[in-house]
């Protein structure tokens, strides 16, 4: 079974691990359709998207492209073939007041965007840390696709993500998941 054929997905960061950060994939029927683990003490961010807990078959490499980036970017690859299905890149200045990010495609063409719902919002987030829960908005090609609602809950981290918009599926799944396990991998860092 594809894990990246639903529209709409729960992905929340295990609360306690001792090294690096875990987090959960799971569809909209509640079943498990992703692991997570982030790799403690890297230079370079590494995270790795499994098909279950066992962590015996990798779907996803998700890699930072430099050590240090203030406008950081990330390949997002397929596991499987080796082949690179697109690369997430935050937009250094801009993230400071309101998080965006850019969507590129396999080519490194920009496809789409990530953006934070509103810059109020995202001022009183930065006061207020995680009082104030985030909300995405994803758009590719123009077209609104979906959004990431983080939960509001101060310990545990939790994005809703819903791509039910996207009936012509202009955005791959997989692309738009990996957007998601780098929000909470960051917000874990950040909140």
């Known amino acids: 079974m594809d894990p990246f054929t639903a529209d709409r997905y729960t992905a929340r960061r ?7 950060a875990q987090f959960h994939l799971w569809d909209e029927r509640g079943q498990l359709v992703a692991f997570v683990q982030q790799r403690a003490f890297k230079l370079k ?17 998700i ?29 250094g200045v ?8 850019e969507i590129l495609g396999a080519g490194g063409e920009p496809i789409g965007a990530l953006r934070e ?5 995202a001022l009183v987030r930065r006061l207020l840390g995680n009082l104030v829960p985030q909300r995405f908005g994803v758009e590719v090609h123009g077209q609104p696709v979906g959004t990431l609602r983080q939960r509001f809950n101060p310990f545990v981290h939790t994005f809703d993500v819903d791509f039910s918009n996207d009936h012509a599926r202009l955005l791959p ?5 990996a957007a998601a396990i780098l929000l909470l991998a ?6």
């Open 117 to 121: 719902d509103s810059m109020g919002l």
């Open 63 to 91: 890699q930072a492209r430099s050590i240090v980036d203030f406008s950081a970017a990330y390949d997002v690859v397929d596991a499987q073939t080796g082949s690179r299905l697109g690369m997430l890149r935050r937009r």
């Open 173 to 177: 799944r997989a692309l738009g998941l």
């Open 94 to 101: 801009s993230s400071l007041v309101r998080d965006t990010w």
């Open 45 to 61: 961010e590494d995270i790795r998207v499994y098909a279950d807990e066992s962590a015996t078959r990798e779907l996803l490499l």
């Open 14 to 20: 295990k609360v306690f691990t001792i090294f690096g």
């Open 186 to 191: 960051i917000e874990g860092r950040q909140g």
